[in-house]
């Protein structure tokens, strides 16, 4: 097996990458296998809509604001300073919401969950860019984008399934961070940033001003509105039009999971044969299409077929598997490992701000329009994303 390490420390490849894939699981079950049990939650703690989102923003806004500044710690201080900290949180934040006696601390155990989110969610494609050479990114990208799908296919299940048994339940996950803290102690020793600050932001900037690096950037904040949208109307959907239980929830979720794992599996295979620009164009019109039948279905036919969303929610997935690992293994590429913290990092804040948009713009559509407004919406922007790629798309 050829040597594709630039930095061993005391991990083998298969060491590093149960690491990676590891940290991209932590990260994406935060959220995955709390939504099944929000509406529920939501009802015990006399929450409205409005309060679903909020707590929604609790767990993804930190990270908007934060990320830049841990992507200049982990460059400066190595990646360990940034993971340890992270875990604990993790630990710390699902503990206070799985016993939170109110709606306050239930608000403040999930900031917390937003602040070690905003720690440990830009590591594992900082880890891959730092681990692996550039020729081996594309496909370790592919295999942690089938990683995460097949998480989010997951954590909506047993964050339903537990739910129903008590609703503390899926909270109790976040005790999963301590089996990646043995992981993290045997990360090699990042090589920390030897240039003056005011150098090494120079370098950055000049980094993320370029066109090609702008493009996936705006790219990352598309997909984390469409995805977010989605996570934010599709459960309120099948709750009040289905009156859906949250095991039920769960697996219309994780239907979207099944379809990014379905691509991320022979993303190696496509991206040998098609181009990056078709595939990104043809994701592009599976969410237009999937946001077109999450407004017909309901019209159409009522209440009567719950399980014909699955159709459209595992298209977006779909999309989101063929846009996720070209978009991270993108900046990878363009990015250099003495600045690839701070690039990783403003890509990080990027998908907070979108996911924080996503949740923000399609809650008061949902409000004031109704769920058929709110998919409305999201077909406009889908369409607006795709136009983006035919004409930005870096030559």
């Known amino acids: 097996m050829p040597d594709v390490f630039k930095m061993r420390g005391t991990l083998t490849e298969r060491t590093a990458l149960i690491l990676v894939l590891y940290s991209a699981l932590l990260d994406t079950m935060r959220l ?20 679903i989102s909020l707590l929604m923003l609790m767990l993804t806004l930190p990270g908007a604001f ?33 016993f939170a006696p109110s709606a306050s601390f239930l608000f403040a155990g999930c900031l917390i969950l ?27 990208m592919g295999q942690v984008g089938a990683a995460i799908s097949i998480g989010t296919a997951l954590y909506p299940v047993i964050g339903g399934l537990l739910g129903e048994m008590h609703r503390s339940l899926p909270f109790f996950t976040a005790l999963f961070a301590l089996p990646l803290i043995p992981l993290v102690f045997r990360l090699p020793n990042h090589q920390k940033n030897s240039r003056g600050l005011k150098l090494y932001i120079q370098a950055s900037l000049r ?13 990352t904040f598309a997909c984390f509105v469409m995805l977010y949208g989605q996570i934010a109307c599709v459960p309120i959907l099948a709750d009040r039009l289905y009156c859906a239980a949250p095991s039920e929830i769960g697996l219309l979720l994780a239907s979207c999971s099944a379809g990014s794992a379905a691509v991320s599996f022979i993303y190696g295979r496509l991206i040998r044969h098609i181009s990056k620009f ?37 298209l977006a997935g779909m999309s989101q598997g063929i846009l996720f690992p070209i978009i991270s293994a993108g900046l990878a590429d363009l990015s250099e490992e003495r ?20 949740l923000m713009a399609f809650g008061v559509v949902l409000d004031f329009c109704g769920y058929t407004g709110a998919f409305a919406f999201g077909l406009l922007a889908a369409a607006a994303m795709t136009m983006f790629i035919f004409c930005r798309y870096p030559k």
């Open 32 to 51: 995955s296998v709390i939504v099944p049990i929000l509406p529920e939650t939501a009802r015990y703690y006399g929450l409205d809509a409005s309060g």
């Open 66 to 98: 934060l990320t830049p500044i841990v992507g200049v710690w982990a460059d400066r201080f190595g990646r360990k300073a940034v993971m340890m900290p992270g875990l604990i949180l993790t630990v710390i934040g699902g503990c206070i919401c799985a």
């Open 114 to 140: 937003g602040l070690s989110g905003s720690l440990l969610g830009i590591m594992h494609t900082t880890l891959v860019g730092d681990l692996y050479p550039s020729e081996r990114r594309g496909s370790v």
């Open 207 to 219: 980094q993320l001003s370029r066109g090609d690096t702008l493009f996936f950037i705006i790219m």
């Open 278 to 314: 078709v595939l990104m164009l043809a994701a592009g019109m599976l969410y237009c299409l999937s946001q077109s039948l999450l407004v017909i279905f309901p019209i159409c036919f009522g209440a009567s077929f719950f399980f014909i969303l699955f159709l459209p929610v595992c």
């Open 339 to 358: 600045n690839r913290g701070i690039i990783m990092a403003v890509n990080g804040s990027v998908i907070r701000l979108g996911q924080s948009a996503a």
